[in-house]
T-cell receptor
Framework: QKEVEQNSGPLSVPEGAIASLNCTYSDRGSQSFFWYRQYSGKSPELIMSIYSNGDKEDGRFTAQLNKASQYVSLLIRDSQPSDSATYLCAVRGFNSGGSNYKLTFGKGTLLTVNP | DTEVTQTPKHLVMGMTNKKSLKCEQHMGHRAMYWYKQKAKKPPELMFVYSYEKLSINESVPSRFSPECPNSSLLNLHLHALQPEDSALYLC???????????????FGPGTRLTVL
């Protein structure tokens, strides 16, 4: 059973701080890793994808991947109240056929950024 | 343009009704997905179409019937639903190259379904 684990939170940070969101996964063969942001009542929005070990930066967001430790994280610098949302970690393994399309989602971490 | 559209935004139906949810994308993606999401839970995969063929059916009850008329459109036909089927139904699409390990999935805004 492939699993993706996230701290459910809520994670509360002050405005301007760095928010750190963590995710671990059980399938060592996983190849692709994604972070989605979901505002209450809205659909998930893809904000970061990472495929190789190391860091990937996009604006205020940095994704970090460590395949040896089976760990992926998302850092949000200079957090804003508008970043308050649930962040979903999603992982895809590499299999032939249809299962190559399947994402395994974590349960999500609720982030609250306080003004 | 990373846009997936869904209609309707909201749907209320009785247990004896038949209705359809519609999804459209114009990104040239060849894989399309239906997910169901309950409150405070992650999306739950229902169906995957790859190159207009049903690739994955996650043991979804037959009261949900997917259809992919062409590479840009995806429908979900609903019949004899139960109140517990009330949820946010999400459509997503991705490039769909079977050899790619990337396949970023982009979600539509969803249809909020209430079954009375």
């Amino acid at each position: 059973q492939k699993e993706v684990e996230q701290n459910s939170g809520p994670l509360s940070v002050p405005e301007g701080a760095i928010a750190s969101l963590n995710c671990t996964y059980s399938d060592r063969g996983s190849q692709s890793f994604f972070w989605y942001r979901q505002y209450s009542g809205k659909s998930p929005e893809l904000i970061m994808s990472i495929y190789s070990n190391g860091d990937k930066e996009d604006g205020r967001f940095t994704a970090q991947l460590n395949k040896a430790s089976q760990y992926v994280s998302l850092l949000i610098r200079d957090s804003q109240p508008s970043d308050s949302a649930t962040y979903l970690c999603a992982v895809r393994g590499f299999n032939s056929g249809g299962s190559n399309y399947k994402l395994t989602f974590g349960k999500g971490t609720l982030l609250t950024v306080n003004p | 343009d990373t846009e997936v559209t869904q209609t309707p935004k909201h749907l209320v139906m009785g247990m004896t009704n038949k209705k359809s949810l519609k999804c459209e994308q114009h990104m040239g993606h060849r894989a399309m997905y239906w997910y169901k999401q309950k409150a405070k839970k992650p999306p739950e995969l229902m169906f995957v179409y790859s190159y207009e063929k049903l690739s994955i059916n996650e043991s979804v009850p037959s009261r949900f019937s997917p259809e992919c008329p062409n590479s840009s459109l995806l429908n979900l036909h609903l019949h004899a639903l139960q109140p517990e089927d009330s949820a946010l139904y999400l459509c997503a699409s991705s490039q769909g190259s079977s050899g790619s390990s990337y396949n970023e999935q982009f979600f539509g805004p969803g249809t909020r379904l209430t079954v009375l």
